[in-house]
């Protein structure tokens, strides 16, 4: 077969997500009401978020059906391409069969419409006219002012000061999509007037305009919040990602051998390499690996403990890697990846070692983007270029060990928005940021004391 992409047809389109619930190797740590320390119970969490959105996140069973208006929203673009990176092969001169999954090609550019219209969806069903939201970089924001859009939502976004200033024409998508933006930290919520009061001329992070976010729904009763990572029913969403990924290798007659994506919150590794797990624990030999800037090291330097969703301690209290609540990354390009925890589920299989991370600085990723625009044409989201810095070295070590493995990777979005950063890095002027230790133990002080815990 000399297929550049192997393409799926509508009807082929997932009618199921896969819930990896059920097959973890031990059960889930709950939720933890930070005040209280024990297990939160649906009725916590129905102030923010809608009860089919609750249910997914505790759910054991192993399939759930994709909704019909979900799934007829999903066909605008879905089922995405799988591609094989010839030219990228090429260039390389490995022996190595390199393959992305293309979510680039959703209207917002990126994987965040697959959940952003579900939870669109199950708000709309029950009867919320609003949700609230933060975004990083700006790609979450534009998937959920789109989904919006389709469902019939209200949108506001609360956007990382630094990235709204950076990335305006993301700004713009969502205003034509119909969201209302602000620069977080706003003088809008109590959470933000705080954190401008001690610290007022602060970039923003993801923590804090989180905070935002959850202190506009649970004040008001119409409005719900939207978070587009972390979360069990978000990585749950994403899943047909790797189900779509998983049918269009059997259609090339591959098996996979070492499965990349980049990790902020975990949702698009997540959703890519969640099907193949089972795979895994009954003994094929697949190695899974996420990847992270060391600029924001959560899987690779972080504390495996319970901690804050965000920066005002407003979330409940989940167990992952982190970096600490309080820990403000530096702003590099890839805003997407810079959040101080990590999906609860990604972190658990990290920590039982059948996920492996790994970290790269700025520079080395951003040539391997480089590489990919070259080779194979589409200009990568910087976040996404780590996964492919993670697919380049493994079909390096494969030309070293004449080893012709299959390599798939998560192409998660495009970078026709940060085109900024392409300068950057063409003049020289990116820097390869390092996570301070000092900066580390400080914020790693902050951790909560969780109570009975
Ligand atoms: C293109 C792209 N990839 C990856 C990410 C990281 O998020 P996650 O780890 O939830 O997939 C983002 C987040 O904004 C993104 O925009």
């Known amino acids: 077969m000399d297929d550049y992409k192997i393409l799926l047809s509508e009807a082929e389109l ?57 799934q007829r929203i999903y066909r605008l673009w879905r089922p ?17 069969r390199i393959y992305y999954k293309n979510e680039s090609v959703s209207p917002p550019g990126s994987h ?7 939870q669109a969806y199950y708000n709309k069903v029950e009867g919320v006219r609003r949700l609230a939201t933060e975004t990083g970089a700006g790609q979450w924001g534009c998937a959920l002012a789109f989904a919006c859009n389709l469902i019939g939502l209200e949108c506001t976004v609360y956007m990382v000061k630094v990235s709204y200033f950076q990335k305006p024409y993301r700004r713009s998508l969502m205003h034509i999509w119909g969201a209302e933006v602000f620069p977080s930290p706003t003088d809008k919520t109590n959470a933000g007037r705080g954190i401008l009061a001690s610290d007022p001329g602060t970039s923003g992070s993801l923590g804090m305009a989180i905070s935002e976010a959850v202190e506009d729904a649970a004040t008001h009763d119409d409005t719900k919040y939207s978070l587009g990572s972390v979360l069990n029913h978000v990585m749950l969403h994403q899943t047909v990602v790797g189900l779509e990924t998983k049918k269009q290798l059997a259609l090339a007659g ?31 030999d697949i190695k899974i690996i996420g990847v992270e800037p060391t600029a924001c090291p959560t899987l690779t330097r972080g ?19 982190t970096l600490g609540h309080s820990f403000v990354p530096p702003g ?21 070692k059948i996920i492996e991370a790994r970290a790269y600085p700025q520079n080395p990723v ?44 998560n192409f998660s979005g495009h970078g026709h ?8 890095y063409l003049e020289g002027k990116l820097e390869d940021l390092e996570y301070p230790p000092e900066v580390l133990a400080r914020a790693l002080a902050a951790l909560p004391k969780v109570p009975g815990a």
């Open 303 to 321: 504390l495996y403990t319970y901690d804050f969703g965000d920066t005002a301690q407003l979330t409940p209290l989940i167990m992952m890697y």
């Open 366 to 409: 951003f040539e391997a983007a480089h590489l990919f625009a070259k080779t194979e044409g589409i200009i990568p989201a910087p976040e996404t270029a780590h996964a492919i810095k993670g697919a380049v070295d493994e079909a390096v070590r494969c030309r070293e060990t004449n080893d012709p493995k299959c390599i798939v990777f």
């Open 417 to 424: 928005f940060d085109l900024s950063a392409y300068d950057a």
């Open 14 to 70: 997932p009618q199921e997500w896969y819930n990896i619930m059920p097959d973890l190797p031990r059960p889930f740590p709950p939720y933890l009401h930070p005040g209280t320390g024990q297990p939160l119970g649906p009725q916590d969490l129905a102030p923010i978020f809608p009860m089919g959105l609750i249910e997914q996140e505790v759910s054991q069973e192993r399939f759930i059906p994709i909704p019909d208006e979900v």
């Open 332 to 352: 590099i390009h890839a805003g997407g990846l810079r959040y101080h925890g990590d999906s609860p589920l990604v972190c658990m299989l990290v920590h039982e």
């Open 80 to 96: 995405t391409p799988l591609h094989r990176a010839r030219r990228l092969e090429e260039a390389l001169k490995t022996p190595a």
């Open 254 to 284: 591959e098996e996979p051998d070492i499965l990349i994506g980049c990790v902020g919150g975990g949702s698009n590794f997540a959703g890519f390499s969640f099907p193949f797990v089972p795979d895994k624990l009954k003994g094929k």
């Open 112 to 118: 965040k419409p697959n959940t952003a219209v579900a």
